[in-house]
């Protein structure tokens, strides 16, 4: 994929992007600092994010980047680093919420929440939260966050209790727990798109298809299952990441609010999400509910 010439600017955009270490925010990170953006990115391993640093500045020497070190399944280490990153930048013109993660067992985070909701969904809500200030004050501003077509197979939502429902499930009764998590991030977007209009402010969600970088890392043949499948051109990492700097930076979506995209016969499509993404006043509880758990 080649760099954006759409994104350079005299003026470099600042981009925050999470779960930029690895996998596909890693390409996107690389392609956006190709592209002339200045770089925020979050970080739970100081090693993996100097690896990072290292690989991007190797590719584009101008890269202007930061990194803000935070474990992303504690809340109060979101709060924090939202707060440092505004303290930082008076502007932010794009929020990636890219970081996820598939469990194949039942974990609880520090703050008693499954782990799946409070990394894929709880800390891209806190976090945007704490930047939306910053975002607010940019013309433009766009917020996208990495959802999945996986939603469609979330088994049967119940709100509130599937945020805090922390029993334990087997690797294969994983798979709905985490359309559940990608589930939540699509009804968070569109709600977050209905609260920003008149505002400038955009947010928009995208499914990145299936992609052998950073697949079920908590699997131990995971790294030869990747091997095999890159092999054989199944699952092509480049396009997942492609999406995301499309929505983070193209003029294309410029003004593009309250939608889901996926890459379709070559072309960028918006879809429509799974029942009850689309469901306003379900969206507006888990609002609710959510702002209720993270207070703080």
Known sequence: MQADPSIRSTIRPTIVITGATSG?????????AAGGARL????????????????????????????VIADLTRL??????????????ERIDVLVNNAGVHAFAQRITADGYPVMVGVNYLAPWLLTSELLPALLR?????????ASEASRRHGTLALPADLTDTRSFTARGSSPLYGKSKLLDIMFTLELARRLEGTGVTANCLDPG??????????GFAARLERVLTALHVGDPERGAGLIVRLAA???????????????????????????????????????????????
């Open 24 to 32: 596909l925010g890693r390409i996107a990170a690389r392609h956006l």
């Open 76 to 89: 109060d280490e979101v709060r924090r680093a939202g707060r440092q990153i505004v303290e930082q930048h």
């Open 210 to 219: 299936f992609n052998v970088t950073g697949l079920g890392r908590e699997l």
């Open 138 to 146: 940019t013309p433009g501003a766009r917020v996208v966050n990495v």
């Open 250 to 296: 193209d003029p294309q979506f410029a003004g593009v609010s309250g939608a889901y995209f996926s890459r379709r016969r070559g072309r960028d499509a918006r879809i429509t999400p799974v029942d009850p993404a689309g469901d306003p006043a379900l969206a507006a509880l888990l609002w609710a509910e959510t702002e209720r758990l993270v207070a703080g």
């Open 40 to 67: 925020v990115l979050t970080a739970r391993s100081a090693e993996r994010a100097q690896e990072t640093l290292a690989e991007i500045q190797a590719a584009v020497p101008q890269a202007e980047l930061e990194v």
